[in-house]
């Protein structure tokens, strides 16, 4: 595991190294959009535009392509690897798909629809882009095994291939088209932008859908050749803290805010099963259960849905499943989220930017997830988040006692 996350600091930090200025490198952009807005509201107070106004305009004026990761990803001779920018059809096999990503290391993939897929050509008329979809490594799983359990049919303790093991004995579930995940709402929506669209837009896209990333496609195809999550955007919004128009809107309090999930805490006890966990997973689509204390209901960690592959990794803990508990899965993430000072500035932007790992050294680990209280102001939520590089956060009361999260 160590040799693999170091391969990955030196695959990013040899990105970076290629990259036409990182987020923190493009001051340019940056002061550019903070004179647009100040010369807007200009000296005199009464001609102060609102702060909504001036973020929309500061955010209008940055371009997706000076994020990292997003303009090197199209380039000839990039570094990165094209199987993270892979794409899946709506006629290949559930089973097919779960193991590619799992080999490619490949969190998701945008699903297009196959010519020779006479269930979902007609589909692709309504679509000019081509793709139809986005669907992630975690909910094919999550699907399988919730199908699986209802078939009734269950691996043997002593194989050797763990949920391939489980498909094999159920072929109609391996079996099953990608394009017919569509009636079990599987899918996740496909929004793309061009690489000179503004941050604005991408912002817009991801408010308005609850979507935790926008894909990025070239100009003259739907070729996909990057995302833009939700910690890019944060990083970039970030780099306001200071000024008035920002800060009149980041210095409020969370409780001030109107969160989606704000009122719904989902978990499992520290002693439930870690099958337990992942049922909870499919069955509040939330992205990660919080993993408490019985009898306190402290917060002791998460088990979130990019966590899955250990089970795939490990075929133990998959014949196990059953019977390891929640608290003692979410112990067995020993990596160290190390800080390597040439790539730390915008090695968050870059993550968020140019791929999406299915195994990704640098989230925080599953029993250190990322906690705000209603009390913090939304700029210590968003610094807190870009500090660790999550996209969610657990809001805690005193006791450390879960009352919901926001992402």
């Not at 402290?298 to 979130?304: A, K």
């Amino acid at each position: 595991m160590q040799e693999r996350r170091e391969m990955d600091l030196r695959k990013v930090e040899q990105i970076m190294g290629e990259s036409k200025g990182g987020v923190v490198d493009n001051k340019d952009i940056l002061n550019s959009s903070k004179q647009a807005v100040n010369m807007a509201a200009g000296n005199n107070p009464t001609n102060a535009v609102e702060s909504s106004t001036a973020l929309q305009r500061f955010l209008d004026r940055i371009p997706i392509a000076s994020i990292p990761g997003i303009n090197n990803s199209s380039a000839a001779g990039t570094s990165v690897p094209p199987q993270f920018l892979m794409e899946l059809k709506t006629g290949d096999c559930l089973g097919d798909a779960i193991r590619l990503l799992h080999e490619k290391n490949v969190f998701g993939a945008p699903i297009a629809v196959d010519a020779l897929d006479m269930d979902t050509a007609t589909i692709s008329r309504k679509f000019s882009d081509g793709y139809i979809g986005f669907i992630d490594f975690a909910r094919m799983v999550l699907w399988s095994l919730e199908e699986c359990e209802r078939a009734g049919t269950q691996t043997k303790e002593e194989s050797n291939n763990g949920i391939f093991s489980m498909l094999e004995l159920n072929p109609h579930i391996a079996h099953t088209k990608i394009g017919e995940l569509a009636k079990s709402f599987l899918w996740d929506p496909f929004f793309p932008v061009h690489s000179d669209a503004t941050l604005f837009h991408v912002l817009l896209l991801l408010s308005k859908h609850c979507i935790q990333f926008v894909p990025v496609t070239e100009q003259s195809s739907p070729k996909v050749i990057g995302f833009v999550t939700q910690n890019a955007v944060i990083q970039l919004l970030l780099q306001s803290s200071g000024l008035e128009w920002f800060d009149s809107i980041a210095d409020k309090a969370l409780s001030e805010f109107q969160f989606e999930n704000d009122k719904h805490a989902v978990f499992v006890c520290g002693d439930q099963s870690i099958a337990e966990a992942m049922h909870i997973l499919w069955q509040s689509q939330m992205g990660a259960v919080a993993v408490v204390e019985r009898e306190t209901k402290r917060l002791i960690g998460c088990v979130r849905n990019i966590d899955l592959h250990l089970l795939l990794d490990n075929i133990d803990l998959f014949n196990n499943r059953k019977s390891l508990t929640a608290e003692e899965f979410i112990h067995m993430d020993q990596s160290e989220v190390d800080s390597e000072p040439t790539i730390e500035r915008d090695l968050g932007a870059f993550l968020s930017a140019g791929v999406l790992t299915l195994r990704n050294p640098f989230l925080p680990r599953m029993d250190s997830p990322v906690t705000n209280k209603k009390t913090d102001t939304l700029k210590q939520a968003m610094n807190n988040l870009a500090a660790t590089k999550g996209n969610f956060c657990f809001l805690i009361d005193e006791f450390q006692q879960v009352q919901g999260w926001s992402h």
